[in-house]
């Protein structure tokens, strides 16, 4: 086609040939760059009596039959070849290289039969679009049709790439066992309707769960910790300063971190997690209360918190929501301050005046100072992790003296999710709907062993992708150093995370969705008054955290060194507070995910 549109070109060719050909090759071309790409890594495919791949050849003879191929021809022309879920996922590569096959013919000819296919060919290029290919290839999948009667009915309520990895995973079965897809779906269908409980109820359960790294990702973290040592060995032996060997370890370590990471994790595939569709609007089972962790703002400083909320209320308010401002009163030398009364009133009112506008969904939380012996001045409990604890208590029924509580308070004790995030958490819009989607789907569930008092499948809390807030990021000299680009990505795109992709778990980092039951049966009571400073990976760690890659949240970078240095502290402290848990073997705390907690504590 090339040499046809390179000859037109310089001979001016107007012929109605010649027009097609140079006004449109620009789309044949790109469409073949395409298409090339794509077959490098396409599969092994079933073939034809000729001996060429069959899904190409149906193609190649609906685009030959039909003059004007739509979505319901090629449709009705494929449903009767019980195609395999490989052949039903690269039905629109194929048909592209059919078009692509006919518009080559029509250059090597000449006349109206030459103008017809090329006509063709392009047309229903571009027509292509537009088409609606997910409910083509659901419609022409024979698997698809036997999962839809999952006994449970949650495989028509999932999203359809949590579909598309159902169906994947049937092949995987099928493959295996040396069946069919069909018949392997058959046969989760028919496990599932014996199930007794709602999980076993569910086809996907009775599913491969795909490949597993754990030993992979054991060994990575190993070496990551034994290659820096060696290396820090070596020098110290060969330059006989045996000093060297702590000095040198963490820097070394901070260096082959990456490459040995990237070493490892090659060849490991990131899986989404699995959801349902709810279409942005968080349902009555799922009702969620987004809790914006904070201290509370002085008098002049409560619009801004007002108008955050309101922004949150806009990009995610939909459904069962609501928005709490969770605070804490600044550290004191006593449990009360004069400025409290002025505080707490200018809070109460951005509070109504939300409530009045938006009919209601916006509640404030203030616990009361007490002593703490480590900070040694008056201040919320625990922090932040208090404040959730607190929080969690009161939505489960029990008694707590909060300074104050108001607001759109009816119905909270109904709560199913908690979603823990910072005062300066940029929320996308629906990013709340997409991690209670993924909650509610029944493989994520979390279920909780009570001899050892956490939870050993499904994840007691979903942790979003934490990416750097674009203001922020460039708000200072300091910032646009030491922080990465800032913003978030525009489109969905799941990212690697090695615990969730080496072990199926991730760590929490402090912002996440908690399923509030799961918290109060596990958490509750389990460590010691001002012990740890921060508790996010421990947490993470009894809760069983999963880590939603391609749901983003956008948190605040320090613009000043000693704001930078000080919540680093914080975290390092954190980090190395854990080491008593490592070793100290108590029932619960022995099942803790030990080799994560050593590497964060690097």
Sequence with gaps: MRKKYTKALRAHDDTALGEWLCDNFYLLER??????????????LPLDADGVVRIYALCLRAVREHADLSEQILESGLQQAGLCSAEVELVPLFLRAALLHTARLGCEETGEPAVQR??????????MQDWDFDMLLESLSPVEQILMRDPE????????????CYRRLTAQAARNAGITEQEAACAALSQAQAGETPGERH?????????????RGKTALLMEALFPLLVALCTAILTRAWYLVPLLYFPVWEILRYPIEAAFSSGVAVRPMHRLN????????????????TLLPGASQARKLGQHLEQLWRTNGHGSVKICVLADLKGAQSPTMPQDTSDLAASRREIE????RHNGGFVLIVRERSYSRTQEEYTGAERKRGAIEALIRYLRGEEVPFRALCGDTDGLQNTKYVLALDADTVL????????????????????????????????????PRVETELFSAGATGFSRVMADAGGLVAYDTAAAERYQDFFGRSIFSGKGLIDVDVFYRVLLGVFEPESVLSHDILEGGFLRAGFVSDVQVADGFPGREGAYLDRMHRWVRGDWQHLPFL??????ISHLPALPLLSQGH
């Design 118 to 127: 090329l006509s063709h060919a392009v047309l229903t290029l571009r027509a």
């Design 278 to 293: 709810l279409e942005g609007m968080i349902p009555e089972e799922g009702a969620t209360l987004i809790a914006v962790s």
């Design 203 to 215: 086809v996907g359960a009775w599913l491969p769960s795909g490949p597993s790294y754990r030993r």
């Design 31 to 44: 469409e073949g760059r395409g298409v090339l790409s794509q077959l490098k890594t396409a599969p092994a």
């Design 428 to 463: 996308p819009l629906d990013a709340a709907s997409q991690l209670v989607a993924a909650a509610m789907h029944p493989l994520n569930r979390p279920v909780v062993d009570e001899k050892k008092g956490i939870v050993t499948q499904g994840y007691g809390i979903l942790v």
């Design 153 to 164: 009915g949650i495989y028509p309520q999932m999203d359809e790439t949590t579909r598309f």
């Design 353 to 356: 005046q939300l409530n009045r």
């Design 583 to 588: 070793i100290r073997r108590k029932k619960s």
